[in-house]
């Protein structure tokens, strides 16, 4: 039997997970949901096995549905995952989870305690490029893993209520964690709010491993460059992941820090 999903929220990326969800091998999209019917009307003719809906509540009654699909704005998340988990169903949300750490905790808990499938949409660990990352680190080619940094920056959507951290963020924080495979010892972050009172758009943050790794991100919808990059810097060898590379996105330097000679005194 297919697992029978619905998916909730269409707007902007929303329909990249139906389509994918509706082409893969096991799945059947069995619900397209959107409060915003003009928006249900935009893929009515791509999903014609498919009922479409504006309440959530029908995919949450329907006991044929295993899991739902959550692509709605970030304060809604919580709410509608809590509520998909009470109906007994899996729940795959987009990122992030939550706008709150208690919020999230009590979701994994109550995900736990109804024995459901709770995942979030961290893609970028998915990524064959990621991956690469991760085979070298573990695989020790880069030596000691010293620090590492990433850059996502652009002249991008201007979220009106979620700020740069919390909208890609996730996706830096999820490659780091993976990375390094340790939990933060130490988190900070810093941001200013220039376009709207309150939702930074620029955020830098550090976050430090128990084994002296250390992690730095540099967040912003506000900035001339178009940056999707990972750096890890190793005492053999430095990686660079860039997404904005459409043939080599990973490069390896073959360069690691440079001995001191005798002879420089
Ligand atoms: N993984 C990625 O790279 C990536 C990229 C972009 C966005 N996202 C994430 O996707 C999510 C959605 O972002 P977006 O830009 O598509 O948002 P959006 O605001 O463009 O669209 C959200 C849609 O949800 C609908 N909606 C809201 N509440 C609803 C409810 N209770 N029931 C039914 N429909 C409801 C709205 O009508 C709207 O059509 C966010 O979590 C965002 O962070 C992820």
Same mark, same amino acid.
């Given at each position: 039997m297919p697992?029978?999903?619905g998916v909730v929220g269409m707007n902007y990326w929303g329909p990249n997970l139906a389509r994918n969800f509706d082409r893969m091998q096991g799945c059947r999209l069995a619900w397209v949901c959107d409060r915003d019917e003009a928006v249900l009307d935009r893929h009515r003719s791509s999903y014609p096995n498919?009922?479409?809906? !504006?309440r959530y509540e029908d995919l949450l009654e329907d006991e044929t549905l295993d899991a739902v +699909?959550?692509?709605t704005p970030v304060p809604t998340h919580a709410a509608l995952t809590r509520m998909a988990l009470d109906a007994g169903k899996d729940a795959f949300v987009e990122k992030p989870l939550a706008l709150t750490g208690a919020d999230a905790h009590q979701l994994a808990e109550l995900a736990d305690a109804r024995g459901r499938v709770l995942m +979030? &949409?961290?893609l970028l660990v998915y990524h064959?490029? %990621?991956q690469k990352l991760k085979d070298l680190v573990d695989a020790g080619e880069l030596g000691r893993v010293f620090y590492l940094y990433g850059n996502r920056q652009n002249l991008g959507i201007v979220r009106p209520d979620e700020n740069a951290l919390w909208s890609l963020g !996730?996706?830096?924080i999820s490659v780091m964690l993976w990375l390094v495979g340790e939990r933060p010892s130490e988190v900070s972050a810093s941001g200013e709010s220039y376009?709207?009172?309150g939702v930074e758009d620029v955020v830098f943050g550090r976050i430090k491993f128990p084994s002296g790794v250390i992690g730095h991100l540099h967040l912003s919808w506000l900035d001339p460059h178009k940056m999707r990059k990972m750096t890890v810097i190793g005492s053999e060898r430095m990686v %660079?992941? &860039?997404d904005m590379e459409t043939e080599r996105k990973v490069t390896i330097y073959d360069k690691g820090p440079i001995p001191r000679t005798g002879a420089l005194g």
């Open positions: 697992i029978s999903i498919s009922t479409f809906t !504006p +699909v959550i692509a +979030v &949409d961290h064959p490029a %990621v !996730p996706h830096d376009l709207q009172p %660079v992941f &860039d």
